[in-house]
């Protein structure tokens, strides 16, 4: 009875959106007004946990099923995740979950432990285009399979491409952006990765559209360009930046410069927020271990200082939003084929990382930025935005 006391009065500072919690067959409101939506508890959560994170104390009763929503998941989590604010998280309590080693072989493993899942699961609720990254949805009845083409083809506007040009994808997934620059541009592009599963299905992919003579994958970690003597027109990264770490960032963009030709245009596209965070214990734990995100301001401020020059910044965070539940309802409606797959747990924790992306997206707790920049001056590009 007092762990249930203790519960609800942690809960109180959540009041923003009110909501019921239902406990041993009780109601309790929480804020004023209709409830939003509603949340059962099948077992107490203690205080400590939901101090030490309250994320993590949430995410794992969710996950166990120790908590129940009633309805939609994302509607609720729509609702609760614009407080995230007021979560509680120790750092000194969490700090081997939270900052973890930004080694080679530590940062290869966590790639894998989340992109080499299998590509049979992914295919599940991607599209055919196997594009794990923000769309961009140009009509309101685009589809996630048209928003992934519009995506891939507005990143090669932005880039400029011309015949003959050499383009590097760095974090290229499944090789779908290398495969339509060469397709639509006849371009020599380069991409690497970290993920076995990845390196792969892109290598079959090069194979299956005929373009070996255009297109190349490695399994390389981004620090090892520079020796790799490699030099490029175009450089692209898309939904990689988030996996590097806070120290390596100006490391990274080091790296990049390296291997760029002069006046060469290099778009970063990235999941960001609006401050520098160490970020969240239940993605880390869970999800993306080792994810890092970084704030637009701290990404502007290293590219300075590799004589970046930044033509233009973008932000798509509402069509992360949408392609956050674009993947939701494909997931959902494939779940049998996911229970056939993995146990309960991953079930729900996979439903809830997709529905609380989705909600923080929609509630601004992060934004999804392109950059794009040249290398040092060039006044060879128009003069307005071309694409």
Same mark, same amino acid.
């Given at each position: 009875?007092?762990?249930?006391?203790?519960?609800?009065?942690?809960?109180?500072?959540?009041?923003?959106?009110?909501?019921?919690?239902?406990?041993?067959?009780?109601?309790?409101?929480?804020?004023?007004?209709?409830?939003?939506?509603?949340?059962?508890?099948?077992?107490?959560?203690?205080?400590?946990?939901?101090?030490?994170?309250?994320?993590?104390? &949430?995410?794992? #009763?969710?996950? +166990?099923?120790?908590?129940? $929503?009633?309805?939609? !998941? *994302?509607?609720?989590?729509?609702?609760? @995740?614009?407080?995230?604010?007021?979560?509680?998280?120790?750092?000194?309590?969490?700090?081997?979950?939270?900052?973890?080693?930004?080694?080679?072989?530590?940062?290869?493993?966590?790639?894998?432990?989340?992109?080499?899942?299998?590509?049979?699961?992914?295919?599940?609720?991607?599209?055919?285009?196997?594009?794990?990254?923000?769309?961009?949805?140009?009509?309101?009845?685009?589809? &996630?399979?048209? #928003?992934?083409? +519009?995506?891939?083809?507005? $990143?090669?506007?932005? !880039? *400029?491409?011309?015949?003959?040009?050499? @383009?590097?994808?760095?974090?290229?997934?499944?090789?779908?952006?290398?495969?339509?620059?060469?397709?639509?541009?006849?371009?020599?592009?380069?991409?690497?990765?970290?993920?076995?599963?990845?390196?792969?299905?892109?290598?079959?992919?090069?194979?299956?559209?005929?373009?070996?003579?255009?297109?190349?994958?490695?399994?390389?970690?981004?620090?090892?360009?520079?020796?790799?003597? &490699?030099?490029?027109?175009?450089?692209?990264?898309?939904?990689?930046?988030?996996?590097?770490?806070?120290?390596?960032?100006?490391?990274? @963009?080091?790296?990049?410069?390296?291997?760029?030709?002069?006046?060469?245009?290099?778009?970063?596209?990235?999941?960001?927020?609006?401050?520098?965070?160490?970020?969240?214990?239940?993605?880390?734990?869970?999800?993306?271990?080792?994810?890092?995100?970084?704030?637009?301001?701290?990404?502007?401020?290293?590219?300075?200082?590799?004589?970046?020059?930044?033509?233009?910044?973008?932000? &798509?965070?509402?069509?992360?939003?949408?392609?956050?539940?674009?993947?939701?309802?494909?997931?959902?409606?494939?779940?049998?084929?996911?229970?056939?797959?993995?146990?309960?747990?991953?079930?729900?924790?996979?439903?809830?990382?997709?529905?609380?992306?989705?909600?923080?997206?929609?509630?601004?707790?992060?934004?999804?930025?392109?950059?794009?920049?040249?290398?040092?001056?060039?006044?060879?590009?128009?003069?307005?935005?071309?694409?």
């Amino acid at each position: 009875m007092l762990e249930e006391q203790v519960t609800l009065q942690f809960l109180k500072k959540f009041e923003d959106y009110p909501f019921l919690v239902k406990m041993d067959g009780k109601e309790h409101l929480i804020g004023e007004g209709k409830p939003a939506f509603a949340v059962t508890f099948h077992k107490d959560i203690p205080l400590s946990d939901l101090a030490t994170s309250t994320s993590l104390a &949430l995410g794992e #009763a969710y996950m +166990n099923n120790d908590l129940e $929503i009633e309805g939609d !998941l *994302y509607y609720a989590l729509d609702h609760f @995740l614009g407080q995230m604010g007021k979560f509680s998280t120790d750092h000194n309590a969490l700090k081997k979950l939270i900052f973890t080693s930004t080694a080679k072989k530590n940062q290869q493993k966590e790639v894998s432990s989340h992109y080499d899942i299998g590509n049979d699961f992914y295919k599940l609720w991607l599209d055919e285009t196997m594009s794990y990254s923000c769309g961009y949805f140009l009509h309101e009845d685009d589809t &996630l399979y048209q #928003a992934q083409v +519009n995506k891939v083809d507005y $990143i090669l506007k932005k !880039l *400029y491409l011309k015949e003959g040009m050499t @383009l590097l994808d760095v974090g290229c997934g499944w090789g779908f952006l290398l495969i339509e620059a060469a397709k639509k541009y006849k371009i020599k592009g380069t991409g690497i990765t970290l993920s076995q599963e990845q390196y792969k299905e892109c290598q079959e992919r090069i194979t299956k559209e005929g373009l070996e003579d255009y297109l190349t994958v490695k399994l390389m970690d981004y620090r090892d360009l520079p020796k790799s003597h &490699l030099t490029f027109d175009r450089v692209v990264s898309v939904g990689m930046a988030e996996h590097v770490g806070r120290e390596n960032y100006p490391v990274f @963009l080091h790296c990049v410069n390296q291997v760029m030709k002069p006046g060469g245009l290099f778009l970063l596209h990235f999941i960001s927020a609006l401050k520098e965070y160490p970020g969240d214990a239940w993605i880390k734990r869970y999800i993306f271990p080792g994810g890092m995100i970084p704030s637009l301001r701290e990404m502007l401020s290293y590219m300075a200082e590799e004589q970046f020059h930044t033509l233009d910044v973008e932000n &798509l965070r509402l069509h992360y939003n949408r392609t956050l539940l674009c993947w939701r309802d494909n997931y959902l409606a494939n779940l049998d084929q996911v229970k056939a797959m993995f146990d309960e747990k991953f079930v729900r924790m996979w439903h809830l990382y997709l529905a609380s992306c989705a909600a923080t997206f929609h509630n601004g707790i992060i934004d999804l930025h392109q950059i794009l920049m040249t290398k040092g001056i060039n006044n060879e590009l128009p003069m307005i935005r071309w694409y």
